[in-house]
C-alpha cells in the first residue's frame, strides 16, 4: 500500500522518533544519549571511521559505546561479495582525501580472519582509545590477509547476533554507522552531520573537528578527454534524483559528454527492500536534499506501472539534455510534487516539463519496450557495480550520490 504523500514527507522530515525512543530507552531515559559506533572487523568504512575515534574522544561530552557486528548476504544487504570488493577500492580512494590513512594493496579478508579480528576487539568495546589502536593494528594484518594464530571462540558469534539484534531493533542495517538519538550516520560521509546533531544537543566540548575533505588528494586515474560519463540512474531511487539534479545544476561545468543510462528498480527485478531500509534511505535522501537546496519529500512512489511508464517516456527524448531533463523532472514529481506517473496527468506533466511531446510519449507507453533498460543493467555489473546512482568514466567506476564529486575531479584533472 501506498502512503499518502503528505505522510511521506513526514516521515522524511521527521528525526526517527520511534527509533529515537528506543535508543533512549535502551541506554536510560534521563541520561545523555550516547554516540554508537556499529563496526565491522574487514570493513573499509569501518576502519576509515574507526580513524575517527579519537577526534570523538577528544570533543565528545556524551558516552561513546562501540557495538562489534557482522553482514551477509541477504535481501537488505544484497550483492556482498560484490559490495566488499568495490568498497575496497572506495576507500583506498577516499582515504587521502579525508586525511586518513588505508592500504593500497588491500585484500578481501576471509570470513574466518574477519570473526577471530572481530573476537579480539570485542574485548576492547568498553575502552574506545585502546579499541581505535589495537583496530589500526588489527586492520593492517586482517587487510594483509595475514593469519590470526588464535581459536574462534563460539561467544564470539553470539555476541555479534546480539549487537546485530541491537542494530536492527533500533532501525538499521549496515557496518560503519554512527547511531545518536534515534538517527543513523554512515562512516566519514556523514560524519560531519553526526557532529552537527550532537552539537545541536549541547554535547560537544571546544572547536569543530577539522575533518579535512580535499578531492585534489584522491587516489583517481586518468582518464582520456572525450571519455562519456556513464550515469546509471533509476526512476524509483530518491538519490538518483538528488544526483540527476545536480547533474542538470552542473552541467555547464562538465567537459564530458554524457550517457544517461536508466534501470529497471531493484525492487521491480526481485529485490525485496525491507521497511527499516526504505525509511533510512528516505530520511537520509531528505536530510541531503535539503543540504543541497532540492526540494525533497513530497512522494509517490513510481513503483510498478510508474517506473515503467517512465522507462517508456524516456525512450522518446530526442537528445541529452532532454533524457537528463526528463529524469529530473520525473524525480522531481515523484520526489518532491507528490505526482503519481502512473497516471496520465502525473506523467504528462512530467514530459511536457522536460520537452517531450506527449502524443509521442502515448505512443511509445503503447508500443516501446524497455529492452535497453536490462542491457544498462548488464553493463552496470560488468563494470562491478549492483545499485544506483552509479558512474563510470572508461574504466573507473563509481557507486551513490556522494561519489559524483569523484567523476567531477577526474574531468577537472585532464
Known sequence: ?????????????????????????????FSAPPVEFYYEAG???????????????????????????????????????????????????????????????AQLPSEEQRLLVAQQLLQLCSDPEAFAEQEKTLSQSLFADTPLDI???PETQEQLALNNARRAHLGHYLPAMWQFNGQWFWSVDRFDRLVASVTAKGLWRGQLPALTFN???????????????ECFLSFRSPYSFIAATQLQRKRNELTAPLDIR?????AMRGFKVPLAKRL????????????????????????????LRALKTFSTAAT???????????????????????????????????????????????????????????????????????????????????????????????
Not at 215 to 229: I, K, R
Open 320 to 414: 541529452t539534455e532532454q533524457k537528463l531533463d526528463f529524469i529530473v523532472s520525473a524525480g522531481r514529481a515523484a520526489w518532491s510534487e507528490g505526482v503519481d506517473l502512473a497516471t496520465d496527468d502525473g506523467l504528462a506533466k512530467a514530459s511536457e516539463r522536460a520537452g517531450l511531446e506527449w502524443s509521442a510519449v502515448q505512443a511509445a507507453i503503447a508500443e516501446a519496450d524497455i529492452d535497453y533498460a536490462e542491457a544498462n543493467r548488464n553493463a552496470l555489473f560488468a563494470a562491478g557495480l549492483w545499485g544506483v546512482p552509479a558512474f563510470k568514466l572508461g574504466d573507473f567506476a563509481t557507486w551513490g550520490q556522494d561519489r559524483l564529486w569523484m567523476a567531477e575531479e577526474i574531468l577537472r584533472r585532464q
Open 1 to 29: 500500500m501506498k502512503l499518502p504523500p503528505f505522510l511521506v514527507h513526514q516521515l522524511a522530515h521527521s528525526s526517527s522518533p520511534l527509533n529515537r525512543w528506543r535508543a533512549r530507552r535502551i541506554n536510560g531515559l
Open 215 to 229: 578531492p585534489e588528494n584522491a587516489e583517481l586515474p586518468a582518464v582520456p578527454a572525450g571519455t562519456a560519463l
Open 262 to 266: 536508466p534501470v529497471l528498480p531493484m
Open 280 to 307: 533510512y534511505i528516505l530520511r537520509d535522501a531528505a536530510r541531503e536534499a535539503s543540504r543541497l537546496d532540492i526540494p525533497f519529500g513530497y512522494c509517490a512512489d513510481p513503483i510498478g506501472d510508474g517506473a
Open 151 to 153: 581459536t574462534l571462540q
Open 43 to 105: 570493513d573499509p568504512h569501518s576502519h576509515l571511521a574507526a580513524q575517527l575515534l579519537p577526534q570523538l574522544l577528544e570533543h565528545l561530552d556524551a558516552p561513546l559505546k562501540i557495538f562489534i557486528v557482522s553482514q551477509e548476504e541477504s535481501p537488505i544487504y544484497p550483492e556482498l561479495e560484490r559490495q566488499r570488493r568495490y568498497n575496497l577500492e572506495d576507500a583506498r580512494r577516499i582515504a587521502p582525501a579525508y586525511g586518513l590513512t588505508f592500504p593500497a594493496d
